[in-house]
């Protein structure tokens, strides 16, 4: 089985900061693109940012300059840093990665269980 455990969500005050983290675990052969979506309540989920094996990042325009990804390979594990938060980032924060399984050598998108990002005064 693989599992995304993601984390260091919390509350913040605008201009803060935070940052998550997200580490895959279990019978994992290879991880392709890592990447954080988001989502709050009646809208769709959407991209915020993304990160291929290689390292090349992508960005929601909304988020960049502000936010930044980055992955640890050798950890299994995928990193959003979070500047200059504004209310409007407030939402559930969800962890994704394309992931290939050890057992049975499977290629499929896995989710994380989610973080909540509250930035408020």
């Known amino acids: 089985q693989v599992q995304l455990v993601d984390s260091g969500g919390g509350l913040v005050q605008p201009g803060g900061s935070l940052r998550l983290s997200c580490a895959a675990s279990?019978?994992?052969?290879?991880?392709?693109?890592m990447g954080w979506y988001r989502q709050v309540p009646g809208k769709q989920r959407e991209l915020v940012a993304d990160?291929?094996?290689?390292?090349?990042?992508n960005y929601a325009d909304s988020v960049k300059g502000r936010f930044t990804i980055s992955r640890d390979n050798a950890k299994n594990t995928v990193y959003l840093q979070m500047n200059s938060l504004k209310a409007e980032d407030t939402a559930v924060y969800y962890c994704?990665?394309?992931?290939?399984?050890?057992?049975?050598?499977?290629?499929?998108?896995?989710w994380g269980q989610g973080t909540q990002v509250t930035v408020s005064s």
């Open positions: 279990g019978w994992i052969s290879s991880i392709n693109t």
């Open positions: 994704n990665a394309w992931i290939t399984t050890s057992a049975g050598g499977s290629t499929r998108n896995y």
């Open positions: 990160i291929t094996s290689g390292g090349s990042e």
